[in-house]
């Protein structure tokens, strides 16, 4: 069993830069590794994703200009490397790890989620 432990939210200023990491454990991530928010009142929808094997990421048209997704193998870690944060983005972050095989935006892709982490951006 899969588990995803989410870190590195906090409150922040806009403008401001953060980087949201997620570590597995009970297994090494197989597949690939997403990033989700959720915003109050909102549904969750997809900021990025990387392949485990081979590195390829894939970043919502939204933030491509902002936010990058990288990994580190050995430390079994994604992280979500935010900048330019705005009040809007204000959610809790989720990673969450599957087969991305027919989609990686879609929720229903991913097997394993963690709990979540919230990042609060304050104007």
């Known amino acids: 069993q899969v588990q995803l432990v989410e870190s590195g939210g906090r409150l922040v200023q806009s403008g401001d830069s953060l980087r949201l990491s997620c570590v597995a454990s009970?297994?090494?991530?197989?597949?690939?590794v997403g990033w989700f928010r959720q915003a109050p009142g909102k549904e969750r929808e997809f900021v990025g994703s990387?392949?485990?094997?081979?590195?390829?990421?894939y970043v919502a048209d939204s933030v491509k200009d902002r936010f990058t997704i990288s990994r580190d193998s050995p430390k079994n870690a994604v992280y979500l490397q935010l900048k330019g944060l705005i009040p809007e983005e204000t959610a809790v972050y989720y990673c969450?790890?599957?087969?991305?095989?027919?989609?990686?935006?879609?929720?229903?892709?991913?097997?394993?989620w963690g709990q979540g982490t919230q990042v609060t951006v304050s104007s």
């Open positions: 009970g297994c090494t991530f197989t597949g690939i």
């Open positions: 990387i392949r485990w094997s081979g590195g390829t990421t």
């Open positions: 969450a790890n599957g087969r991305g095989i027919m989609s990686v935006s879609t929720d229903s892709e991913y097997d394993y």
